[in-house]
């Protein structure tokens, strides 16, 4: 099939790059020149697994092709696929100005029977939306169909090609045919729904899963006082099949560019129908209070924080990333500086991410999680990095002023003979000695 993809972020050229190796011809349209003329070249803007050498053999083969002309991509497409970004507004509602923009373009550029498939999450009721958009700009027929993504980035091809269903929301037979067979080589498992319900399908699911991470961390912060161990507990509770053992990490909270926006979202879908989804509220709440959760045991283990240097292990929201939209490490280390702490932050790739964020001359960007660790009065995990676990423990202990190390992720063994050198403060678990 031929496929335009309009927005070409974490989640557009992600699925472009899939669909063109699945042998369908595409071409992903991004308003941003930069962005394309560096992808017209093999160069992709963000880090993500596997994503540059399957662009670049989809290259070689002109199965994927980049533009920043929407009119010509469109035109040339059977199906359109919607991939721009929703972020939340200052009261917390998804922006649709970018939907708005996108799809009235494609109102403009329409020349034939198209399906619009909506990946971008966004609230109940926008698919009408967008539908009237297109349709006040067209006599062309069109179908705009409800295709919620669920990668997750850090592991966004491996999401794609084996997801754990697709939902389809349509009450159109034609577009729901097109759509199911674009996504059988990927799975059998697709759900045809109406269109609300699919909307809804996407935020209940985050919604659901930061619900998950903010009860097992107030489960941590009970076990800190009661004297039990969070990771015995939540195994404990994982191995019940009821519950399951995913999202039962406890730590400093979620971040990135989906939880914290969908879940501000739903409370604001809720209410726009005069329903207080109290329960999310509090799941928002328990997540913002989380991230105080290291700077606490900082202030309460080395007191007074000013003029005293703190090494940062971690700015990405997540490992496998280089998103740092809403990351814990942005509040927590704005307060260091704020707080008059020196920071040493490294992050094997999230840096320069962070630092268009936040950046002030407080802090010292190093390149390797050791040399972070230098001269420092404690040492913070934000960022469950797999390097972090490897890296040589007794080095980075020798280095520091104190070897003093808040896990915010519980990434250590609080019982080896590496950790047993340090002062050892984690999340929810009893603490060392
Ligand atoms: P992003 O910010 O990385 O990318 C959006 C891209 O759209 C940008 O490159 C921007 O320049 C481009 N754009 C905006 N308006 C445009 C227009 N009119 N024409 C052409 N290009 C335009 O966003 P993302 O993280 O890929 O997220 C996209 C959507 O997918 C959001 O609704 C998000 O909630 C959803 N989503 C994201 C993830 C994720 O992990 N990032 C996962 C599931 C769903």
């Known amino acids: 099939m031929r496929l335009a993809v309009i927005g070409t972020g974490y989640v557009g050229l992600v699925t472009g790059v899939c669909f063109s190796e699945l042998g369908n011809e595409v071409i992903c349209v991004d308003k941003d020149m930069e962005k394309i003329n560096k992808l017209r070249q093999g160069e992709i803007p963000i880090y993500e697994p596997g994503l540059q050498e399957m662009l670049w053999s989809n290259l070689d083969t002109g199965s994927i092709a980049f533009t920043t002309n929407t009119t010509e991509a469109v035109r040339n497409a059977d199906i359109v696929v919607l991939a721009v970004g929703t972020p939340s507004l200052p009261n917390g509602e998804a922006d649709?100005?970018?939907?708005?923009?996108?799809?009235?373009?494609?109102?403009?550029?329409?020349?034939?029977?198209?399906?619009?498939?909506?990946?971008?999450?966004?609230?109940?009721?926008?698919?009408?939306?967008?539908?009237?958009?297109?349709?006040?700009?067209?006599?062309?027929?069109?179908?705009?169909?409800?295709?919620?993504?669920f990668l997750r980035e850090g592991s966004a091809i491996r999401?794609?090609?084996?997801?754990?269903?697709?939902?389809?929301?349509?009450?159109?037979?034609?577009?729901?045919?097109?759509?199911?067979?674009?996504?059988?080589?990927?799975?059998?498992?697709?759900?045809?729904?109406?269109?609300?319900?699919?909307?809804?399908?996407?935020?209940?699911?985050?919604?659901?899963?930061?619900?998950?991470?903010?009860?097992?961390?107030?489960?941590?912060?009970?076990?800190?006082?009661?004297?039990?161990?969070?990771?015995?507990?939540?195994?404990?509770?994982?191995?019940?099949?009821?519950?399951?053992?995913?999202?039962?990490?406890?730590?400093?909270?979620?971040?990135?560019?989906?939880?914290?926006?969908?879940?501000?979202?739903?409370?604001?879908?809720?209410?726009?129908?005069?329903?207080?989804?109290?329960?999310?509220?509090?799941?928002?709440e328990v997540n913002r209070d989380q991230r105080n959760n290291v700077l606490r045991k900082l202030h309460d283990f080395v007191g007074d924080l000013k003029g005293r240097t703190i090494a940062i292990w971690g700015l990405a929201f997540k490992p496998n990333t280089d998103d740092v939209r809403e990351a814990p490490s942005l509040d927590i280390i704005e307060e260091l500086v704020a707080e008059g702490a020196f920071v040493r932050a490294y992050d094997p790739v999230a840096t320069a991410n962070f630092r268009r964020l936040f950046d002030h001359s407080s802090i010292i960007w190093c390149d390797s999680a050791v040399s972070a660790a230098e001269n420092a009065d404690a040492l913070c995990l934000l960022t469950e990095w797999r390097e972090f676990a490897e890296v040589d423990l007794s080095q980075v202990a020798k280095g520091m002023k104190e070897p003093v190390l808040f896990d915010g992720r519980n990434v250590f063994n609080q019982q080896s003979k590496e950790i047993a050198a340090f002062k050892y403060y984690s999340v929810g678990r009893p603490q060392s000695e």
């Not at 739903?266 to 999310?280: C, E, S």
Request: charge should be neutral.
């Open 96 to 149: 649709l100005s970018y939907i708005e923009e996108a799809a009235s373009a494609i109102g403009e550029a329409l020349n034939g029977y198209k399906v619009i498939m909506t990946k971008s999450t966004v609230p109940v009721g926008t698919n009408g939306k967008i539908e009237s958009w297109i349709y006040d700009r067209t006599s062309h027929p069109f179908h705009v169909v409800s295709v919620p993504e």
């Open 159 to 284: 999401d794609t090609f084996n997801p754990d269903r697709i939902v389809v929301g349509t009450d159109n037979e034609r577009a729901a045919k097109i759509v199911v067979e674009l996504h059988r080589p990927l799975t059998d498992r697709i759900l045809v729904t109406d269109v609300r319900s699919a909307e809804m399908i996407k935020y209940a699911s985050n919604a659901y899963l930061a619900t998950r991470i903010s009860f097992i961390n107030e489960i941590a912060n009970i076990c800190e006082k009661v004297g039990a161990d969070v990771s015995q507990v939540a195994q404990g509770m994982g191995q019940d099949k009821r519950i399951g053992p995913a999202f039962l990490n406890a730590g400093i909270g979620y971040g990135g560019s989906c939880f914290p926006k969908d879940t501000k979202a739903l409370i604001q879908i809720a209410g726009n129908v005069d329903y207080n989804f109290k329960l999310l509220k509090s799941v928002v």
